[in-house]
């Protein structure tokens, strides 16, 4: 016997996996609950990192947290400030693996010492919490994101908005589209 399936089945199952956690059904208007084998962080490195956290309850959040060179800070300040932060969120979303861009690009001096800076510290506190990482290339999140490798800022906040996300941010939109090359790497 051929199992029929409606039409509401079929379009839940063709949704981003971030997203299918939180649609709700017109059958039981309940959340459908997917588990998961580990939490994942996303994470755009920079000034401005964006992140975004998928727990294992199918349960998300998503934002940007802001570590700016504040002038009369000691310089190490903002790389503390980060390393905390970062600390408490694998504590407390209990985080099994952080997926981040890898860049191998930069257009000038400063923006490659702030991001190898952020790489460092995000290596260390992984490496110290026993949290895998997970890089990715630039090019093949936008293009497993968007379908273009080259994608601007705007398409990745328009594809997070179409895909029923509100980033604050481009980082943020960033942050949901590594999320979203990790879930398709752990749902293979």
Known sequence: ???????????????????????????????KPEVHARNILALDLGTATGWAVRRRDGSMGHGTERFPDRKRAHPGQRWADFRAWLSRVLVSQHVHAIAYEDVKRHLGTDAAHAYGAFLAMMQMVAAQHNVELMPVGVGTIKKAWTGKGNADKAAMIAEAKRRGFKPDSDNAADALAILSWAAMQEDR
């Open 1 to 31: 016997m051929i199992e029929m399936k409606s039409i509401e089945d079929v379009a839940f199952a063709t949704l981003d996996p971030l997203v299918r956690a939180r649609v709700l059904t017109p059958r039981n208007a309940v959340e």
